[in-house]
């Protein structure tokens, strides 16, 4: 029988870790290498413990998960990094680290059931040259957090968002008649979001696949691309070639 995935919990709330332990505990091939409230003291865990991966939230005190995660990149050994957190802005910072998954809170089973086994493949597979895609498939962003007009935030699957453009310093998501503003630049959701289900238009468009229904170009040259609400998104000269890829061109 394999080795089990020994795993370091870090969350600065007892409750968060007292719930993954507990879908740790019900998972088969996983095991408990302990448990940290704060970023500092999971640095000295790791070196105590050596950890193979690490459910790690972000927004603590002091030393938080990012700083966390940096200080681990490049060590011999260094745990995988798995981030659970309530935040989605820290999606791209995880794409840079390189993490296995970015599991938003509160997190279910099944998610985190996803988690774990992208860290096992990740374990069987460590000490080879794994491909560039392989790394960028493991931390694309699966949903949003998004803020309410009320107050409160709400989940928002990735897989509903029909397309994003940017404003000023923000990126607005669409789905449906809805918006939402997130802050991010489009260039970092442009690597982080799905490319089997996204792509990038103009510099401040990024549009679902298969929510364009047509393209056209006018008599000036430009090329639009019609999608299924019935708006229109100009096409910039430099993602032509992206736009035509549609349609197999």
């Known amino acids: 029988m394999a080795e089990p995935i020994r795993f370091l919990v870090v969350d600065d709330e007892p409750l968060a ?14 095991a ?85 086994e992208r860290a096992r493949e990740r374990l069987a597979t460590r000490g080879e040259e794994a491909p560039a895609q392989a790394r960028r498939d493991s931390a694309l962003i699966e949903e949003f957090w998004v803020s309410e007009p009320r107050g409160g935030l709400v989940r928002l699957p990735a897989a509903e968002v029909e397309r994003v453009t940017a404003e000023r310093d923000y990126m607005r998501l669409h789905a449906g008649r809805r918006s939402w503003l997130i802050n991010d630049t489009i260039s970092r959701l442009e690597q982080a979001l799905d490319p089997a289900r996204f792509v990038r238009i103009h510099r401040s468009a990024i549009v679902r696949r298969d929510f364009v229904a047509g393209l056209r170009r006018d008599e000036d040259g430009r090329w639009w691309a019609r999608l299924a609400d019935g708006a229109e998104q100009k096409v910039g000269r430099l993602y032509v070639k992206n736009a035509k890829g549609l349609a197999g061109r």
């Open 17 to 30: 870790i007292e719930r993954l332990q507990l879908l740790l505990a019900r998972m088969e091939g996983v």
């Open 32 to 116: 408990l290498a302990g448990t940290a409230l704060e970023g500092a003291a999971a640095l000295r865990l790791v070196e105590a413990t050596e950890p193979d991966a690490i459910l790690l939230d972000i927004a603590m005190p002091g030393v938080d998960g990012i700083d966390v995660a940096r200080a681990l990149a490049g060590r011999p050994k260094a745990p995988l990094v798995i981030f659970v957190t309530a935040f989605d802005t820290f999606a791209v910072a995880a794409f840079d680290l390189e993490a296995v998954d970015y599991v938003m809170k509160p997190v279910s089973a099944e998610r985190l059931g996803r988690a774990v």
